[in-house]
C-alpha cells in the first residue's frame, strides 16, 4: 500500500480523512483534484446526513415526487442529495460530472482533470422506513475527448466509494490502494478513520439476492442459489443465512464487514435483461472498492471492471464479495452442463423447488 505509513493502526479514531487526502495528494499526477472532489463529496455526506436524521422534521420525508430520467421512482431526498452534491462539487474545476437524476452528463470545465459520476441517494425506497441508504462514488481521468468521459473501463477509476447513512454515517474509501472507512465524527463535524485496509474473506455464510424474483432467474442463478440454500447438505458444503437490505450501500457495507455475497442478476421481468443497478455510478465503483478489500465483482460471465459503458444510465447485472462464491457462481454462468449436473440430483433427491 503505497501512500501508507507505519502505524497506521494506531491512527483510528485518530486520522482524520482531510489529513489523510493530504497525505494521498502527493502520490499522483491527478491526486490534487481526486482528494479535492473527495473533500467536497464528503463536506456534502455531512449535510445530507443531517437532512436524513431530520427526516419529516426537515420536510425530507422520502416522499416520491416523480420519476427520474430513466424511469426510477425519485423522491424529495433524492432530488436534495443531488442538488447538495452539486452544489458542493460544484466549486471545483471537474472535466465532467454524470449523476444518476440526469439524463445526460455535463461537460463543467474542459480543463479539469477528473471526472464525477454519483449515485446521490442509493437505496432511496428505504427512506421512509429508516433503514440506511447512501451516496456512490466513481472518479475517473478527464479524456482528451470528454464526450467519452463515461465511457471508460471500470479499471480506469481513480478513486471510488461510497457514504452510507445508517446508524453511523461512514465513508468507504478506496484511492487505488486499499480500501479505508471513515465514521464521522458528529461532535466534531469531520470524518475519522475508523478502519484500515478492509479486506473481505475468501468464503462466506450469507448470500443476499431478492428472492421475490426468484421464476425470473436464468438457469445459473437459480442453480447457485438452491446450492447456497441446500447449505451443508449441497455441494457448498456449508451453511448460508441470508440478508436483503434493498440497497446496495448496506449490503456492500456488510460484505466488507463480514464477507458475503450479493447478486443482482439480470432476469426476464421487462427491463430487467442487465439486471437493475447502473453500471457508471453504481456497479464500477463498488466493483472498484470489492476488489481493493481483495473480492471479486463480475457480471457472472466477465469482470465488471472490464467493462466500458455505451449509454450514461446502463444496467449490468452484478454479482460481488467473496471471490469464492462470486468464482463458483462464474463457474455456474460458463458450464451448461455444470448447472444441469449440479441441479438435477438436488432437485431429484429432495424434491424442492420443482421446476
Ligand atoms: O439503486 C438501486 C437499488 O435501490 C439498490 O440500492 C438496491 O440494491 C436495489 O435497487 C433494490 O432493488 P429491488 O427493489 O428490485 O430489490
Ligand atoms: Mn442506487
Not at 489523510?20 to 495528494?25: C, D, E, G, N, P
Not at 442463478?221 to 440454500?229: G, K, S, T, W, Y
Not at 460484505?255 to 427491463?271: C, E, H, N, Q, W
Request: proline share 4%.
Amino acid at each position: 500500500m503505497r501512500h501508507r505509513q507505519r502505524g497506521w493502526t494506531q491512527m483510528i479514531g485518530q486520522l482524520r480523512l482531510d489529513d489523510h487526502l493530504q497525505r494521498y495528494t502527493e502520490t499522483a499526477p491527478h491526486a490534487l483534484a481526486v482528494a479535492a472532489a473527495v473533500d467536497a463529496i464528503a463536506t456534502a455526506a455531512i449535510e445530507i446526513a443531517g437532512l436524513i436524521a431530520s427526516g419529516d422534521l426537515a420536510d425530507a420525508s422520502g416522499l416520491t415526487t416523480g420519476r427520474n430520467s430513466d424511469g426510477d421512482l425519485q423522491r424529495d431526498l433524492d432530488v436534495h442529495a443531488d442538488a447538495i452534491l452539486r452544489r458542493c462539487l460544484g466549486r471545483l474545476p471537474i472535466a465532467a460530472l454524470a449523476s444518476e437524476e440526469m439524463r445526460e452528463a455535463q461537460i463543467v470545465d474542459r480543463h479539469g482533470r477528473i471526472c464525477i459520476a454519483i449515485d446521490p441517494l442509493d437505496g432511496s425506497s428505504n427512506i421512509d422506513i429508516n433503514m440506511t441508504v447512501g451516496t456512490i462514488f466513481s472518479i475517473l481521468p478527464a479524456p482528451d475527448d470528454l464526450s467519452l468521459a463515461f465511457q471508460q473501463r471500470g479499471s480506469a477509476q481513480l478513486a471510488a466509494g461510497f457514504v452510507t447513512y445508517g446508524p453511523q454515517t461512514s465513508l468507504v474509501l478506496t484511492l487505488g490502494d486499499g480500501v479505508d472507512i471513515f465514521t464521522l465524527d458528529r461532535k466534531a463535524g469531520c470524518f475519522r478513520l475508523a478502519r484500515s485496509a478492509v479486506q473481505i474473506s475468501e468464503t462466506c455464510e450469507e448470500f443476499a439476492i431478492n428472492a421475490s424474483n426468484r421464476r425470473h432467474w436464468d438457469p445459473p442463478v437459480r442453480a447457485f442459489i438452491d446450492e447456497c440454500l441446500a447449505g451443508v447438505e449441497g455441494p457448498a458444503n456449508h451453511d448460508f443465512n441470508m440478508r436483503w437490505i434493498g440497497s446496495l450501500v448496506a449490503e456492500a457495507y456488510r460484505i466488507l464487514t463480514r464477507g458475503g455475497v450479493f447478486l443482482y442478476p439480470s432476469d426476464a421481468r421487462p427491463g430487467y435483461g442487465d439486471g437493475r443497478l447502473r453500471l457508471v455510478y453504481e456497479a464500477h465503483p463498488m466493483a472498484m472498492i470489492i476488489e481493493q478489500a481483495g473480492g471479486s465483482a463480475s457480471t457472472g460471465r466477465e469482470r465488471v471492471l472490464e467493462l466500458s459503458a455505451q449509454s450514461l444510465h446502463q444496467r449490468v447485472p452484478l454479482i460481488m464479495g467473496s471471490s469464492n462464491e462470486v468464482r463458483r457462481a462464474e463457474e455456474l454462468h460458463c458450464d451448461p452442463l455444470l448447472v444441469a449436473s449440479v441441479s438435477a440430483p438436488l432437485f431429484a433427491r429432495r424434491g424442492f423447488f420443482r421446476l
